[in-house]
């Protein structure tokens, strides 16, 4: 597998945080990578930096979000945009480079995240 810094990325996350008002969230700590020959059902991917990493580090937390090229770069721009919505919600609200998983305890309320932020983007389009 290989990875490449995606700044084309970037750029998209970026505007999708701005046009959706996601202040929570902060920008320059969200870096995009494009990998290739990624062994992965997945279309993209997001990867917190966990407390023990940013105490080592003495850094706050980060995230990067990793989109499969051979599966994103086919896709529209619409779906383009969904797929990172859908990265971008597993970013909690208190942005501490922990991750909210798909399912909690039998509910599955990070759907309802993506949904509405689908929804808002759609009605922003």
């Given at each position: 597998m290989e990875w490449v810094k995606a700044p084309d990325i970037s750029k998209k996350v970026r505007i999708l945080i701005k046009d959706l008002h996601l202040d929570w969230l902060t920008?320059?700590?969200?870096?995009?990578?494009?990998?290739?020959?990624?062994?992965?059902?997945?279309?993209?991917?997001?990867?917190?930096l966990s407390r023990i990493w940013q105490q080592a580090?003495?850094?706050?937390?980060?995230?990067?979000?990793e989109v499969v090229s051979e599966k994103f770069d086919n896709l529209s721009e619409v779906e383009q945009n969904k797929v990172l919505l859908h990265e971008i919600a597993h970013i909690p609200k208190n942005f501490s480079g922990a991750?909210?998983?798909?399912?909690?305890?039998?509910?599955?309320?990070?759907?309802?995240?993506?949904?509405?932020?689908?929804?808002?983007?759609?009605?922003?389009?």
């Amino acid at each position: 597998m290989e990875w490449v810094k995606a700044p084309d990325i970037s750029k998209k996350v970026r505007i999708l945080i701005k046009d959706l008002h996601l202040d929570w969230l902060t920008s320059t700590k969200i870096v995009c990578f494009r990998s290739q020959k990624a062994n992965t059902r997945a279309i993209a991917r997001i990867w917190g930096l966990s407390r023990i990493w940013q105490q080592a580090l003495n850094l706050g937390p980060f995230y990067i979000i990793e989109v499969v090229s051979e599966k994103f770069d086919n896709l529209s721009e619409v779906e383009q945009n969904k797929v990172l919505l859908h990265e971008i919600a597993h970013i909690p609200k208190n942005f501490s480079g922990a991750l909210i998983p798909h399912f909690r305890r039998g509910r599955n309320k990070f759907n309802d995240i993506v949904n509405s932020l689908v929804a808002q983007y759609l009605n922003n389009s």
